[in-house]
């Protein structure tokens, strides 16, 4: 990943290559693709770590057109229990894309007050 970062950023001999052969709109493009993909991780390390859990309705999901080993990089527009409405950009896989309607969980970010990651689509219950 560190890698694939590096060459979106254009640093080093590769970054600057690749960069320069894909124009400076799509390798904007990857950036945006590597950091959704960051997010989910970071979202599953939260959660792990003991991250509060939070469980939302999905108003809306928007697909961004961005891709990561196929799966879809997406805009998740959605309503937490406090009745406040938060918006996610996450890499979800294309086996369980959330629908309106749809119970998600998401985990809460401390470092970034009102912000949320995305943990997946909520266990039927």
């Known amino acids: 990943m ?8 254009g640093r080093g001999l590769t970054g600057r290559i690749a960069k320069t052969m894909m124009g400076a709109e799509n390798a904007s493009r990857l950036q945006d693709a590597i950091t959704a993909a960051q997010t989910s991780h970071t979202a599953a390390d939260l959660a792990a770590s003991g991250g509060t859990q939070v469980p939302a309705t999905v108003m809306s999901v928007v697909d961004t057109g961005q891709m990561v080993n196929f799966d879809p990089i997406v805009v998740i527009t959605a309503t937490v229990p406090d009745g406040s409405t938060v918006q996610v950009q996450t890499l979800v896989s294309k086996l369980q894309i959330p629908r309106a309607g749809d119970s998600v969980l998401l985990v809460a970010r401390p470092t970034q007050p009102g912000a949320y990651g995305y943990l997946g689509v909520a266990p039927a219950s």
């Open 2 to 9: 560190r890698q694939a970062e590096n060459i979106a950023k």
